[in-house]
């Protein structure tokens, strides 16, 4: 084994996708002294077995635009590194079989226009020209992204890994990071990350690696790994399934297909199609049940829960009906409370990044996750508005095990559901009530979740079931909102914002911090409220 350093700028915890695009990133920023650890071989946890499909369209702007750089940079990282990726854009269908699906469809594509994504809404009939195998007896409409693609998991990771290398960064497998390393970083009680202690069976006699800053990319061992330096890093494993047939003899340029409304998607693989779902309700799957040493592990068959998604998949490719299985698929991946991952420097430990819970799509967000989260620990702060994915968007209670096992049964099959507007939660509800709860509720109130909290968010006429009603269009709670509204305005309104957050800023100098940091002026008589905006040191709203 090639010798273990004893210091380094930056230590990356984990040599899956993540990690390994973490390193090529910090690379290209010009940081070379980059040691990444994995503890068995590089994609042995996860992405070895990704279906490795890479869509580009996310729910907001700037995740799509990750998205988007990491199909360029798959385009390109093999002419860069000379490792094959297996990289191509076929495209993707989605199909509608009814009218709400088919509207969610079509908002998403005007999102995609706007976003500036190649986008195509299409009748059922040319969805089958592009896909022969298609049943559209019962489909409303399709979308099609011609720029979607899909790539080999394992070869990506190893050409993120070549080219990190080929910028001076150094990769050890079999080398387990047992503990992290911690000083004091001032006089206020903060603490920052100072090295990781390593286990290893190799012949280096290093234990400890000090590191100015290190970066969680452990995977579903992130969790575990946030622990050792005192971070909570709200993750859980799930099981996650898929099929792939005999050779069926498929065209190497068919797009990928996905039908949420059947929990399903379809990829072709050397001829062969490969079935997934992200069925409704899923396995999650506690860490301790995995063993120490998994590595290219799966878990065992379970074709009772993979049943009604692989019959979903036979009305929609009835060519499924005669084709041989060659593999089932079970393997983990970890899921988050609100289906998006988790990143950036943790607010507990100063210099301690993390970059997990990828939420089933790590291999599509790995190249837009490595590089912002590289800026974000060369420049100290963040390229750009993350806050759907900030580490910091979190609370202690959602690192407890029961809560996120509960969730996490939920937020699997999110990412095929519905999304309506508006939609609340269903699982792990009721961890903070107001005292004024019980009055709310007998009140009428329909409560919704804010960090945990059960917030009324309107209330039900008298006769009326306090009950969301999902729609995109008018909600059935408008008329109840008018109402309050109009009290606020006319008459009298109470709110209860005990789901609010409230700081006590006290001392001489409250006021001049509060100023500082405040959009507005807020030296107002007592009294008085001022509505303001939080700014950062470069300005930008923080709050
Ligand atoms: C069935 C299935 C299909 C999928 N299909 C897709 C898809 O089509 N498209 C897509 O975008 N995503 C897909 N995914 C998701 C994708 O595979 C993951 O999001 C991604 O691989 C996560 O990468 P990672 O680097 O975070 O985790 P991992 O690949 O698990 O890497 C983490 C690494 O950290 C190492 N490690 C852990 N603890 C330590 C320690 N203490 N010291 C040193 N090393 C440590 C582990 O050994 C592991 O290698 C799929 C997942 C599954 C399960």
């Known amino acids: ?30 940081w070379t002294d980059v040691v990444l650890l994995e503890r068995k071989e590089l994609t042995c946890g996860t992405t070895w077995h990704a279906a490795g499909l890479v869509g580009q369209l996310r729910a907001t702007k700037n995740m799509t635009k990750l998205a988007q750089y990491t199909s360029e940079l798959y385009a390109t990282l093999e002419d860069e590194t000379g490792q094959a990726t297996g990289f191509k854009q076929n495209g993707s269908i989605s199909v509608a079989p009814d009218a709400g699906r088919f509207e969610e469809l079509k908002r998403g594509a005007s999102m995609a226009k706007c976003f500036g994504l190649e986008v195509e809404v299409i009748s059922p009939r040319e969805a089958r020209e592009m896909y022969p195998l298609l049943n559209i007896d019962d489909l409303e409409g399709a979308v099609f992204l011609p720029k979607d693609g899909q790539t080999n998991p394992i070869d990506v990771t190893q050409a993120l890994a070549k080219g990190a290398k080929m910028g001076g960064a150094k990769i050890f497998e079999n080398v387990r990071v047992c503990g992290i390393e ?58 996650h399934f898929y099929i792939v047939t005999e050779d069926i003899g498929l065209p190497s340029n068919l797009p990928v297909l996905r039908d949420p409304s059947s929990w399903i998607y379809a990829k072709e693989d050397a001829g062969k199609m490969l079935v997934g779902c992200f069925e409704p309700k899923s396995k999650p799957r506690p860490l301790d049940s995995i063993p120490e040493d998994f590595s290219f592990g799966q878990f065992a068959e379970d074709w009772d829960h993979f049943e009604p998604a692989m019959l979903n998949a036979m009305h929609r490719i009835p060519k499924l009906e005669d084709a041989g299985i060659h593999t089932f698929f079970n393997g983990p991946e970890s899921f988050t409370p609100d289906d ?152 009298v309104a109470l709110f209860d914002m005990s789901s609010f957050a409230k700081f006590m800023v006290q001392g001489r100098d409250a006021e001049k911090v509060l100023n500082r940091i405040c959009a507005n002026e807020v030296a107002v008589v007592p009294g008085k409220a001022v509505y303001t905006s939080w700014l950062n040191e470069r300005g930008g709203i923080e709050s």
């Not at 010798?3 to 010009?30: D, E, F, W």
């Not at 920052?192 to 290093?206: A, K, M």
């Not at 407890?400 to 309506?420: C, D, F, P, V």
């Open 1 to 30: 084994m090639k010798s273990i350093p004893k210091q380094a700028q930056v230590v990356i915890i984990g040599g899956g996708v993540i990690g390994c695009s973490v390193a090529y990133h910090l690379t290209k920023l010009g």
């Open 182 to 239: 911690t000083k004091s970083a001032g006089t206020s009680g903060a603490r920052r990350v100072s090295g990781v202690e390593i286990e290893h069976t190799g012949g280096s006699e290093t234990k400890i690696i000090s590191a100015e800053i290190v970066v969680n990319c452990a995977g579903l061992w992130g969790h575990q790994v946030g622990k050792m330096a005192g971070v909570n890093v709200p993750l859980h494993a799930a099981e």
């Open 340 to 491: 998006r991952y988790i990143l950036g420097e943790a607010p507990e430990l100063s210099n301690f990044y993390v970059a997990a819970g990828l939420n089933s799509i790590g291999i599509q967000s790995a190249g837009g996750a490595g590089k912002v989260l590289s800026e974000w620990i060369v420049n100290g702060h963040p390229p750009l508005d993350l806050w759907d994915v900030d580490i910091r968007r979190f609370h202690s209670f959602q690192g407890n095990s029961q809560y996120l096992k509960e969730r996490i049964e939920e937020t699997l099959g999110l990412l095929y559901a519905m999304h309506w507007p508006f939609r609340q939660s269903e699982t792990s509800r009721g961890v903070r009530k107001s005292v004024l709860h019980d009055r709310l509720e007998k009140a009428g109130a329909c409560f919704g979740e804010m960090s945990g909290w059960e917030r009324a968010n309107w209330f039900a006429p008298e006769g009326k079931a306090a009950r969301y009603e999902y729609s995109y269009a008018r909600q059935n709670w408008f008329e109840a909102s008018a109402s309050e509204h109009r009290a606020a305005r006319e008459k």
